[in-house]
């Protein structure tokens, strides 16, 4: 900007052509280059009668002001009087006026650069006044910085044309008081009534509940029926209660309960519990509310909730962004430094994962944990990251609930117009330590003397709205006992109740379906399709339309399908789209997503084909039938945490739906092990929440080193316990086909981890017949077709790839003493079945467990866990701290230890 100030009295010429050198990229060209123009513009039209001196000095002050707004507009959230309890940091160079080339004694002079911010022509005085109201008070802005003219220009006008803050009614002071006194009230009384008891309190954000509030109030009025919620423990309680009208006695129940009224084992603390209401606005209008169940590792529901408003969008709302909107509340510390933040925001305008614009609460307590704010982030403000995507950030003093209720309304006035992510940012703090045990004075005493004598929110506004007659101190304080004594009788109706109860998260989705921990996983399920439907399914598949030009080896792909069809022998891929298409012909939607997953990882899939020389994809799957359900497949930006949390999310609103993610390699899955572990593992358990979820991961030892071998088996089995996830090794086209077809047609929703393979998917044993898929059902267990048990005198249990190497050692060789049984589901295991295959081999000498990878991990453990009586030997890889060696020489001599042990006492026909 400083250019402008150089430009001399006769640099006019210069300076149209230093605008022009910022012009040649609209998209991405500074409005503030455009605000001088335009400037240039009017002073070239008002001054040029007037004698060149005079015209010379006008221009140099009506372009100073420009300068000097402009730098109101990028730089004024630096001099706002945001932080309630301490003073904010100085930057230079400040907005004197002097920095601009003004003097004080042009403070009374009228200038026309008044136009430019919506008030005409006034003196210098009134155009600070109003860019100091518009800039920094109690709201800071940062939106210059986002290089998109028409989002600018909104945003400046709606901000310098109502001079920050528009004046609302004693009934709405009225209304915001009511939400700070029930916030306020609320964390003081069970302060009162649990002492000591851990609660993660809001007390000094208690914005929060009126900023929720004016969320869901003016965002109703804006069309959005819907929101899901996202957030940490701190102040969570308040939120359920408050905000999604949870009974207040189930809450207290839950500080002294001692059992669960429902079926749920084990459970988790009260800050961690979901909820969903239905709660009616002041206008009376319906808005559906859901906080989604969280565990402790902050930042991990931000993708869910993500996904679960994609699916919303997608199965409820017919696409239209504007019925349902998420929300994300973040802690300062988190939001500036957890890596899923951003993974998530990168998601944000993607057109497989969009939302249509989340609403970003920060509650800016200025620590974490035990952090100074100065040493948790090198960023200036906590909310950087909000930069990566060009989005409008708020800073907002969190003791001013008429600046946040400002912010909020213009927040969700842009996300409904733009589509776009906003944040908010309310400076605040934390009335005591990270819980109500810890002692914060041990690491930040000067802090917590100033925060000892600050008051709080709602008797700050209560001194306000007395000083303006709107309401007097004797009627606030009378609001505020009859409140406590409200909660009073709600503990009382709380000692009343026996058990806790927890209302399950998505409960009407799910209530057909059958407990898991009940049912038996291993009962074979019907999955089978008509044969005639099947192969009109594969013809639609394997037809590309005539008006289209593809790619010759596309040509060639297809042919060879076709010619798959025609042989009896279908391939990996062929199965797996064909599960694909006959659940999308019986009305289930499926959605498929990852890294390289259109095509797949290894070639093999091709969901879409690109039409040459061009950039449109055709998808055959969308075009199976006028009645099918939708299909839908994504390449997925390069995450893991935040794609799986998302799809997790996607998955849970739609029970009949199937929903997959797909790993590119199995082993870079450990990148999201906060979403199984978290969530996959044990939500049910935990909040009584099911989802049926895929998991692709490939898995094989073929010599390709310690990264792409192992997608770690043995972690997923150790997670196993009461039938929470499914743990399947698939290794025939027509088992993945059933395994893929089961998932939708039991009567249970159970997540579904699958070790795909690698070579497998063109290996030319690994085929399947049309009537394999059209008659048959998924196997637990393959056994060995084996005509004369009698002369069996070794049993080999394995799994995987490894099935067909040892196939092809025992027919290369004539080996007929030993049987090999492949488990192609290793939980829940099918340990009866297992039993019973022992006992038909009466001349049995060995039974071993036969494992590609080392001892120390793949299903060894498992399997002697489930089978503790049954005298295995085991049979793999040496233990090691790496999953497997680098060398593919090294490789091919483990692998033919392996075989050479099984088969050293062979048995030749």
Same mark, same amino acid.
């Given at each position: 900007?400083?250019?402008?100030?150089?430009?001399?009295?006769?640099?006019?010429?210069?300076?149209?052509?230093?605008?022009?050198?910022?012009?040649?990229?609209?998209?991405?060209?500074?409005?503030?280059?455009?605000?001088?123009?335009?400037?240039?513009?009017?002073?070239?039209?008002?001054?040029?009668?007037?004698?060149?001196?005079?015209?010379?000095?006008?221009?140099?002050?009506?372009?100073?002001?420009?300068?000097?707004?402009?730098?109101?507009?990028?730089?004024?959230?630096?001099?706002?009087?945001?932080?309630?309890?301490?003073?904010?940091?100085?930057?230079?160079?400040?907005?004197?006026?002097?920095?601009?080339?003004?003097?004080?004694?042009?403070?009374?002079?009228?200038?026309?650069?008044?136009?430019?911010?919506?008030?005409?022509?006034?003196?210098?005085?009134?155009?600070?006044?109003?860019?100091?109201?518009?800039?920094?008070?109690?709201?800071?802005?940062?939106?210059?910085?986002?290089?998109?003219?028409?989002?600018?220009?909104?945003?400046?006008?709606?901000?310098?044309?109502?001079?920050?803050?528009?004046?609302?009614?004693?009934?709405?002071?009225?209304?915001?008081?009511?939400?700070?006194?029930?916030?306020?009230?609320?964390?003081?009384?069970?302060?009162?009534?649990?002492?000591?008891?851990?609660?993660?309190?809001?007390?000094?954000?208690?914005?929060?509940?009126?900023?929720?509030?004016?969320?869901?109030?003016?965002?109703?009025?804006?069309?959005?029926?819907?929101?899901?919620?996202?957030?940490?423990?701190?102040?969570?309680?308040?939120?359920?209660?408050?905000?999604?009208?949870?009974?207040?006695?189930?809450?207290?129940?839950?500080?002294?309960?001692?059992?669960?009224?429902?079926?749920?084992?084990?459970?988790?603390?009260?800050?961690?519990?979901?909820?969903?209401?239905?709660?009616?606005?002041?206008?009376?209008?319906?808005?559906?509310?859901?906080?989604?169940?969280?565990?402790?590792?902050?930042?991990?529901?931000?993708?869910?909730?993500?996904?679960?408003?994609?699916?919303?969008?997608?199965?409820?709302?017919?696409?239209?962004?504007?019925?349902?909107? !998420?929300?994300?509340?973040?802690?300062?510390?988190?939001?500036?430094?957890?890596?899923?933040?951003?993974?998530?925001?990168?998601?944000?305008?993607?057109?497989?994962?969009?939302?249509?614009?989340?609403?970003?609460?920060?509650?800016?307590?200025?620590?974490?944990?035990?952090?100074?704010?100065?040493?948790?982030?090198?960023?200036?403000?906590?909310?950087?990251?909000?930069?990566?995507?060009?989005?409008?950030?708020?800073?907002?003093?969190?003791?001013?609930?008429?600046?946040?209720?400002?912010?909020?309304?213009?927040?969700?006035?842009?996300?409904?117009?733009?589509?776009?992510?906003?944040?908010?940012?309310?400076?605040?703090?934390?009335?005591?330590?990270?819980?109500?045990?810890?002692?914060?004075?041990?690491?930040?005493?000067?802090?917590?003397?100033?925060?000892?004598?600050?008051?709080?929110?709602?008797?700050?506004?209560?001194?306000?709205?007395?000083?303006?007659?709107?309401?007097?101190?004797?009627?606030?304080?009378?609001?505020?006992?009859?409140?406590?004594?409200?909660?009073?009788?709600?503990?009382?109706?709380?000692?009343?109740?026996?058990? %806790?109860?927890?209302?399950?998260?998505?409960?009407?989705?799910?209530?057909?379906?059958?407990?898991?921990?009940?049912?038996?996983?291993?009962? !074979?399920?019907?999955?089978?399709?008509?044969?005639?439907?099947?192969?009109?399914?594969?013809?639609?598949?394997?037809?590309?339309?005539?008006?289209?030009?593809?790619?010759?080896?596309?040509?060639?792909?297809?042919?060879?399908?076709?010619?798959?069809?025609?042989?009896?022998?279908?391939?990996?891929?062929?199965?797996?789209?064909?599960?694909?298409?006959?659940?999308?012909?019986?009305?289930?939607?499926?959605?498929?997503?990852?890294?390289?997953?259109?095509?797949?990882?290894?070639?093999?899939?091709?969901?879409?084909?690109?039409?040459?020389?061009?950039?449109?994809?055709?998808?055959?799957?969308?075009?199976?039938?006028?009645?099918?359900?939708?299909?839908?497949?994504?390449?997925?930006?390069?995450?893991?945490?935040?794609?799986?949390?998302?799809?997790?999310?996607?998955?849970?609103?739609?029970?009949?739906?199937?929903?997959?993610?797909?790993?590119?390699?199995?082993?870079?899955?450990?990148?999201?092990?906060?979403?199984?572990?978290?969530?996959?593992?044990?939500?049910?358990?935990?909040?009584?929440?099911?989802?049926?979820? %895929?998991?692709?991961?490939?898995?094989?030892?073929?010599?390709?080193?310690?990264?792409?071998?192992?997608?770690?088996?043995?972690?997923?089995?150790?997670?196993?316990?009461?039938?929470?996830?499914?743990?399947?090794?698939?290794?025939?086209?027509?088992?993945?086909?059933?395994?893929?077809?089961?998932?939708?047609?039991?009567?249970?929703?159970?997540?579904?981890?699958?070790?795909?393979?690698?070579?497998?998917?063109?290996?030319?044993? %690994?085929?399947?017949?049309?009537?394999?898929?059209?008659?048959?059902?998924?196997?637990?267990?393959?056994?060995?077709?084996?005509?004369?048990?009698?002369?069996?005198?070794?049993?080999?249990?394995?799994?995987?790839?490894?099935?067909?190497?040892?196939?092809?050692?025992?027919?290369?060789?004539?080996?007929?003493?030993?049987?090999?049984?492949?488990?192609?589901?290793?939980?829940?295991? !099918?340990?009866?079945?297992?039993?019973?295959?022992?006992?038909?081999?009466?001349?049995?000498?060995?039974?071993?467990?036969?494992?590609?990878?080392?001892?120390?991990?793949?299903?060894?453990?498992?399997?002697?866990?489930?089978?503790?009586?049954?005298?295995?030997?085991?049979?793999?890889?040496?233990?090691?701290?790496? !999953?497997?060696?680098?060398?593919?020489?090294?490789?091919?001599?483990?692998?033919?230890?392996?075989?050479?042990?099984?088969?050293?006492?062979?048995?030749?026909?």
């Amino acid at each position: 900007m400083d250019k402008f100030s150089q430009v001399g009295n006769q640099e006019i010429a210069a300076i149209e052509e230093l605008y022009a050198s910022y012009l040649i990229d609209n998209e991405s060209v500074d409005a503030s280059w455009k605000n001088f123009f335009a400037g240039f513009e009017f002073a070239r039209k008002n001054f040029a009668d007037q004698p060149s001196s005079v015209h010379d000095e006008k221009v140099d002050k009506e372009f100073a002001i420009l300068n000097l707004i402009h730098g109101y507009r990028q730089r004024g959230h630096l001099f706002t009087k945001t932080n309630p309890v301490r003073a904010r940091r100085k930057y230079l160079p400040t907005l004197e006026i002097e920095n601009f080339g003004l003097q004080q004694s042009d403070l009374d002079t009228v200038f026309k650069a008044g136009n430019s911010i919506g008030i005409g022509p006034a003196p210098l005085r009134k155009i600070i006044e109003h860019l100091e109201a518009t800039y920094c008070e109690s709201v800071g802005v940062e939106y210059v910085f986002m290089r998109h003219p028409v989002l600018i220009d909104w945003l400046k006008t709606k901000m310098e044309s109502c001079r920050n803050r528009e004046v609302f009614t004693p009934e709405k002071q009225k209304h915001f008081y009511y939400h700070l006194k029930l916030a306020v009230g609320f964390e003081s009384y069970i302060h009162k009534k649990f002492v000591g008891q851990k609660r993660f309190s809001l007390e000094g954000g208690e914005a929060l509940i009126p900023a929720l509030d004016a969320v869901i109030e003016h965002g109703s009025q804006l069309g959005i029926s819907e929101f899901v919620i996202g957030m940490a423990h701190r102040g969570r309680l308040n939120v359920l209660t408050n905000i999604l009208q949870k009974p207040y006695e189930h809450i207290f129940k839950e500080f002294v309960g001692t059992e669960y009224e429902q079926d749920l084992s084990l459970g988790d603390v009260k800050y961690h519990l979901g909820y969903e209401n239905d709660v009616v606005t002041d206008e009376g209008k319906k808005v559906h509310l859901s906080l989604m169940p969280n565990p402790s590792h902050l930042e991990t529901v931000a993708p869910l909730v993500q996904g679960m408003v994609r699916s919303r969008i997608d199965s409820r709302y017919n696409g239209d962004y504007d019925k349902v909107a !998420p929300i994300v509340i973040h802690g300062d510390a988190a939001i500036a430094t957890q890596g899923i933040v951003y993974e998530v925001i990168q998601m944000s305008q993607l057109p497989g994962y969009k939302t249509g614009g989340t609403i970003h609460l920060v509650i800016n307590n200025q620590v974490g944990f035990t952090t100074n704010y100065l040493e948790a982030r090198s960023s200036t403000y906590c909310t950087d990251v909000a930069k990566v995507t060009r989005s409008p950030v708020f800073h907002v003093n969190g003791d001013d609930v008429e600046a946040i209720v400002y912010t909020i309304k213009l927040a969700m006035e842009f996300r409904q117009k733009f589509h776009a992510d906003v944040f908010v940012d309310i400076l605040c703090y934390r009335k005591y330590g990270h819980n109500e045990g810890d002692e914060p004075r041990f690491t930040q005493p000067l802090l917590y003397k100033a925060i000892e004598k600050h008051r709080n929110p709602r008797d700050i506004y209560a001194d306000k709205l007395a000083e303006t007659g709107v309401m007097t101190l004797d009627e606030a304080s009378n609001l505020n006992q009859e409140f406590d004594k409200h909660l009073e009788e709600k503990y009382k109706e709380s000692e009343k109740i026996e058990k %806790v109860k927890v209302r399950r998260f998505l409960k009407d989705e799910y209530t057909k379906f059958e407990n898991p921990t009940k049912s038996d996983l291993t009962k !074979p399920v019907k999955t089978s399709f008509k044969k005639s439907e099947l192969l009109r399914i594969a013809s639609q598949m394997n037809h590309l339309p005539a008006d289209k030009r593809f790619f010759k080896k596309i040509d060639r792909i297809v042919e060879d399908r076709r010619m798959m069809v025609l042989d009896n022998r279908l391939d990996w891929a062929m199965a797996e789209l064909l599960a694909y298409g006959t659940l999308l012909e019986e009305g289930y939607p499926v959605r498929l997503s990852g890294q390289d997953s259109e095509r797949g990882t290894f070639a093999h899939r091709h969901a879409s084909f690109v039409v040459e020389d061009t950039d449109e994809r055709y998808y055959p799957l969308q075009h199976i039938s006028e009645k099918q359900a939708a299909f839908s497949v994504f390449n997925s930006l390069l995450s893991e945490y935040g794609v799986l949390g998302y799809e997790y999310g996607y998955s849970l609103p739609q029970p009949n739906g199937l929903t997959i993610w797909e790993a590119q390699f199995g082993d870079f899955a450990n990148v999201a092990q906060v979403i199984f572990d978290q969530y996959i593992s044990s939500a049910f358990e935990k909040w009584g929440m099911m989802n049926s979820l %895929v998991m692709y991961l490939p898995h094989g030892y073929e010599g390709q080193g310690p990264e792409h071998s192992s997608a770690r088996i043995e972690r997923f089995l150790n997670l196993t316990a009461d039938n929470n996830i499914q743990v399947v090794v698939p290794t025939t086209p027509a088992n993945m086909y059933h395994l893929i077809r089961r998932q939708m047609h039991w009567n249970v929703r159970v997540p579904l981890v699958v070790f795909t393979p690698k070579s497998l998917l063109r290996h030319p044993m %690994v085929t399947s017949s049309v009537d394999e898929l059209a008659d048959g059902v998924f196997q637990e267990i393959i056994e060995d077709s084996i005509s004369n048990p009698d002369k069996i005198t070794k049993l080999v249990f394995t799994f995987g790839k490894l099935y067909y190497d040892l196939h092809k050692r025992q027919a290369e060789e004539g080996i007929t003493n030993t049987a090999i049984v492949r488990v192609e589901q290793l939980f829940p295991l !099918p340990v009866d079945r297992m039993k019973a295959i022992i006992a038909k081999y009466p001349k049995l000498e060995k039974i071993y467990w036969v494992q590609d990878e080392p001892s120390n991990m793949g299903a060894w453990q498992h399997i002697q866990r489930f089978l503790p009586d049954v005298p295995f030997e085991l049979i793999s890889r040496p233990a090691s701290a790496s !999953p497997a060696v680098g060398l593919m020489h090294q490789h091919n001599t483990r692998l033919k230890k392996i075989l050479d042990t099984v088969f050293e006492e062979k048995v030749l026909a």
